[in-house]
Antibody, heavy 117, light 106 residues
Framework: QMQLQQWGAGLLKPSETLSLTCAVY????????WSWIRQPPGKGLEWIGE???????NYNPSLKSRVTISVDTSKNQFSLKVTYVTAADTAVYYC???????????WGQGTLVTVSS | EIVLTQSPGTLSVSPGERVTLSCGAS??????LAWYQQKPGQAPRLLIY???NRATGIPARFSGSGSGTDFTLTISSLEPEDFAVYYC????????FGQGTRLEIK
């Protein structure tokens, strides 16, 4: 049974770094890509970026300057860092599985990250 | 960036009705369009990929059609559990989502 289990700090101050990790269970880590997507409260979805098992990444151009996605294949985990957060980064952050041709077919449970002074 | 525009924003319907949701792309996305359902407090669930293919376990009352810039999601007969927000998403050029259509009970 596939599971995506995510965790990270839920409350940050402006200018801090957001850090989340997602662990993958029950599926071959190397045959998929792995994505982060966020959703501000009451709003729509925004794709942040993706990584494969080799560490190759693609990022949303609008966030690229502040985002890093990394992978730890020894633990079947991937991580998200967003630097210099502001209130606009307040959102539920989802990790997700993506097929190699870009279909996002399985989502984690989401983590609410709030940025407030 | 490819912009996806969904219409209507909100649709009030009754169980048993047939509904059609629309998604328009600012430029062609070929058939690289997916539909997701999201219920309150839950992650989105993939319904349709590549415009017309139902994802695993999705009931046959959900169907998708379209190509290029115009797409539709049809629910043939609404069940109570179908009241949710629906998003379209393209993967032709990076990944972007529509703003969502909310299905509410009339």
């Amino acid at each position: 049974q596939m599971q995506l289990q995510q965790w990270g700090a839920g409350l940050l101050k402006p200018s801090e770094t957001l850090s989340l990790t997602c662990a993958v269970y029950g599926v071959s880590f190397s045959i998929y890509h792995w994505s982060w997507i966020r959703q501000p409260p009451g709003k729509g979805l925004e794709w942040i970026g993706e990584i494969n098992h080799s560490g190759c990444t693609n990022y949303n151009p609008s966030l690229k300057s502040r985002v890093t996605i990394s992978v730890d294949t020894s633990k079947n985990q991937f991580s998200l860092k967003v630097t210099y957060v502001t209130a606009a980064d307040t959102a539920v952050y989802y990790c997700a599985r993506m097929t190699t041709d870009g279909i996002i077919d399985y989502w984690g449970q989401g983590t609410l990250v709030t940025v407030s002074s | 960036e490819i912009v996806l525009t969904q219409s209507p924003g909100t649709l009030s319907v009754s169980p048993g009705e047939r509904v059609t949701l629309s998604c328009g792309a600012s430029q062609s996305v070929s058939s690289y369009l997916a539909w997701y359902q999201q219920k309150p407090g839950q992650a989105p669930r993939l319904l349709i990929y590549d415009a017309s293919n139902r994802a695993t376990g999705i009931p046959a009352r959900f169907s998708g059609s379209g190509s290029g810039t115009d797409f539709t999601l049809t629910i043939s007969s609404l069940e109570p559990e179908d009241f949710a927000v629906y998003y379209c998403q393209q993967r032709s050029n990076w990944i972007t989502f529509g703003q969502g259509t909310r299905l509410e009970i009339k």
